[in-house]
């Protein structure tokens, strides 16, 4: 069974740091784009950053530019660091992964989430 957990999560002062990481696990057979989206309260999720295998990177914001988000294809592991962190940034962090797995189809997988919240 495939699966992604996310960790990096916490409670910063603004200004600080985070860095979050997703792991996939399963049976795996490769993936194509890994990517981080968040959900803030009230709000609809939206796309933070994506990354393909290869290392094509798209930020969903220029307001974004204090986030980067890398990837270690050995691991299948996707990170994202966020620096210059904001109270605007709190929310639920999701990672999403376009794998080809167990089932034998190209899927979208989430994990879970991870709680990411900033005090002024």
Do not use: H
Not at 20 to 43: D, E, H, N, T
Not at 90 to 98: E, F, G, K, Q
């Amino acid at each position: 069974q495939v699966q992604l957990v996310e960790s990096g999560g916490g409670l910063v002062q603004a200004g600080g740091s985070l860095r979050l990481s997703c792991a996939a696990s399963g049976i795996i057979f490769s993936i194509s784009v890994m990517g981080w989206y968040r959900q803030a309260p009230g709000k609809q999720r939206e796309l933070v950053a994506t990354i393909t295998r290869g290392g094509n990177i798209n930020y969903a914001d220029t307001n974004l530019e204090r986030f980067t988000i890398s990837r270690d294809n050995a691991k299948n592991t996707v990170y994202l660091q966020m620096n210059s962190l904001k109270p605007e940034d709190t929310a639920v962090y999701y990672c999403n992964a376009r794998l080809f797995g167990e089932k034998s189809v190209w899927d979208d997988y989430w994990g879970r989430g991870t709680q990411v919240t900033i005090s002024s």
